[in-house]
């Protein structure tokens, strides 16, 4: 076989490889071959991935592929990360989560950026087509959750573990819907996406993801103009006072205790003396916080500090910021505020510089994506499996988008 054909065959691999990877991701199932490690199927997919790449350049000798790295906010934080995994007391959680962010942010994102850089536009719409029909899916499963799941609104998960998690992955999926929906598409493709977004209005009962995703669809609109920006409004009032009421799980009711302050008996929720838990514990350990993946072992030192009801508590309802301060320090926190910042600035001025409508609106959903999450995170710890391959290539696809060999759109 020669060289050329061999590149061929191997390219092809790799390219299957990243669609399969974004097939899988978005799902908290994973394998458990030892206690207290889980593999994914994407994590799986991933590596298999990176092998077939590197082979690729080593058949090819093209070093120069591997020197595209990931922006420097994904470098700095794993490496800060790395750091506080060394002075962690329990060093076979640490290193797992190390791991994991090394492979997302670092692999993940070479990966990506290599796969849309090397396929132009038929990469990018084959990447949101993937990710569109998976979408559908967990939209689906969690429909059915919503209309024959238990009466716990826990329940309706999709392929997640509870309610807060899929609001997390539909915190990154919706807006990009709003975007499909915004673009002068075809009236099918349009009533594709309505039908979509819909559904995930319907299924998300987090508060926190909700909103920010109703936010964030607004503001895409005003950007678009009065045209547009007017009738969404009116759509989402009459949604929000009429409709959500109305459905079988109260939506709003939902919205409300998923976020509320109190419970029904008066009582401080888990979720906010948690949070000034993890406060405190940034307060002592500001520079590498108590080590990485060491978070859940040391937060119980600063109960005390505050009231805070006993028992079971609601699973994924901690800061994720807070949680990156305590267990790894502020530098990793900054790094990590600097990924999301810099990848909505990016897909910022790509919507504004690009030439054809549907790259301007795809730009301006990738802003919305990042926007929700970074809102949504505030609520929930989402640096959890299946939703961390997803946000990468969100941000692989936000740098994508900014080149200036994609000035004129995918």
């Not at 990877?21 to 994590?43: F, G, I, M, Y």
């Not at 509870?162 to 915004?182: E, I, S, T």
């Not at 926190?208 to 964030?216: K, L, R």
Request: charged share 10%; glycine share 8%.
């Amino acid at each position: 076989m020669t060289v050329e054909r061999l590149h061929s065959a191997l390219n092809a691999v790799f390219r299957c490889g990243v669609l399969i990877t974004l097939c899988v991701a978005p799902t908290q199932w994973s394998l458990e071959p030892r206690p207290k490690l889980h593999l994914s199927p994407a994590d799986l997919m991933l590596a298999f991935t990176a092998g077939i790449w590197f082979l690729d350049i080593v058949v090819c000798r093209d070093w120069r592929r591997m020197l595209k790295l990931p922006p420097w906010p994904h470098v700095c934080f794993v490496v800060f990360v790395a750091v506080s995994a060394l002075t962690a007391p329990d060093k076979a959680a640490a290193l797992k989560d190390l791991v994991q962010y090394a492979e997302y942010f670092l692999v993940g994102s070479m990966l990506f950026e290599a796969y849309l850089r090397e396929g132009g536009g038929r990469s990018v719409r084959w990447a949101l087509g993937v990710l569109s029909g998976v979408t559908a899916v967990i939209l689906c499963l969690a429909l059915f959750h919503y209309f024959a799941g238990a009466e716990d609104p826990l329940t309706v998960r999709g392929s997640f573990g509870n309610r807060n998690v899929l609001g997390g992955f539909l915190a990154l999926a919706l807006p990009l819907c709003g975007a499909g929906l915004f673009a002068p598409r075809s009236g099918l493709l349009r009533a594709v996406w309505a039908v979509m977004l819909l559904m995930g209005l319907t299924v998300n009962l987090s508060g926190a993801s909700y909103f920010a995703v109703v936010g964030v669809l607004v503001c895409m609109a005003a950007v678009r103009g009065p045209a547009l920006f007017l009738p969404v409004v009116a759509g989402l009032l009459v949604w929000q006072s009429m409709a959500l009421p109305q459905l079988p799980r109260e939506n709003d009711l939902a919205h409300f205790q998923s976020v509320a302050l109190y419970d029904s008996d008066g009582k401080a929720t888990r979720r906010y003396p948690d949070w000034q838990a993890a406060y405190s514990m940034t307060l002592t350990h500001p520079w590498l916080g108590v080590g990485l993946g060491n978070y859940q072992k040391h937060v119980g030192q600063y109960y005390d500090q505050v009231p805070r009801q006993t028992g079971p508590s609601e699973p994924d309802i901690q800061n994720l910021y807070l949680v990156l301060a305590a267990s790894c320090g502020l530098p990793a926190l900054f790094a990590f505020l600097a990924m999301l910042v810099a990848a909505a600035c990016r897909a910022a001025r790509a919507a504004i510089l690009c030439q054809s409508a549907p790259c301007s609106a795809l730009a301006m959903g990738v802003v919305g994506a990042c926007s929700a999450f970074a809102i949504t995170a505030v609520w929930h710890p989402l640096l959890v499996r299946g939703i961390g391959l997803p946000l990468v290539f969100i941000l692989a696809l936000a740098r994508h988008l900014s080149e200036p060999e994609t000035a004129d759109g995918p």
